[in-house]
T-cell receptor
């Protein structure tokens, strides 16, 4: 069973702080890693993808990948109340579908 | 450009009826996926289409579920003899390529199915 694990939260951070979201995966053959944001009642929206070890930055978002530790993280700098959502980690092992974690609910308090 | 579209946005049906859900992928995307998301739960893979290849049906939960896609265009997911446990949001996604590194999948708005 290929698994992707996330802490369900909620993770509560004050406005302006850094939110750190974590994800571990079981399949060492995994090659592509994605972070999706899902607002309540809406569909997942792709916000970051990462394929190589290290950091990848896009605006306020930084994705971090450590294949040796089978660990992916997402940092959100200067968190805003509008960032409050569920963040889904998804992993692809060069197969056809994505395996999703259960998601971490983030709450940014004004 | 236009994103993935799905119809209907909501569907309420009675137990035992058949339903058909539609997905229109992003133009030029060769791969199309169906997922299911039950209330408060994660996404479950259902089926995958890549060009004219045989679909990957490994995620379909029972033989009541089937899907079709003509070429690289619209797909329909059919659920026969619906049961209450079929109630969920059915999400369609498409990607430019189906395999290999990358394969970013973009989701449609989903169809919320309620079986009474």
């Amino acid at each position: 069973q290929k698994e992707v694990e996330q802490n369900s939260g909620p993770l509560s951070v004050p406005e302006g702080a850094i939110a750190s979201l974590n994800c571990t995966y079981s399949d060492r053959g995994s090659q592509s890693f994605f972070w999706y944001r899902q607002y309540s009642g809406k569909s997942p929206e792709l916000i970051m993808s990462i394929y190589s070890n290290g950091d990848k930055e896009d605006g306020r978002f930084t994705a971090q990948l450590n294949k040796a530790s089978q660990y992916v993280s997402l940092l959100i700098r200067d968190s805003q109340p509008s960032d409050s959502a569920t963040y889904l980690c998804a992993v692809n092992n060069a197969g056809n579908m994505l395996t999703f974690g259960g998601g971490t609910r983030l709450m940014v308090k004004p | 450009g236009a994103g993935v579209s799905q119809s209907p946005s909501n569907k309420v049906t009675e137990k035992g009826k058949d339903v058909e859900l539609r997905c229109d992928p992003i133009s030029g995307h060769t791969a199309l996926y169906w997922y299911r998301q039950r209330l408060g739960q994660g996404l479950e893979f259902l089926i995958y289409f890549q060009g004219n290849s045989a679909p990957d049906k490994s995620g379909l939960p029972s033989d009541r579920f089937s899907a079709e896609r003509t070429g690289e265009s619209v797909s329909t997911l059919t659920i026969q003899r619906t049961q209450q446990e079929d109630s969920a949001v059915y999400l369609c996604a498409s990607s430019l390529y189906g395999t290999g590194i990358g394969n970013e999948q973009f989701f449609g708005p989903g169809t919320r199915l309620t079986v009474l």
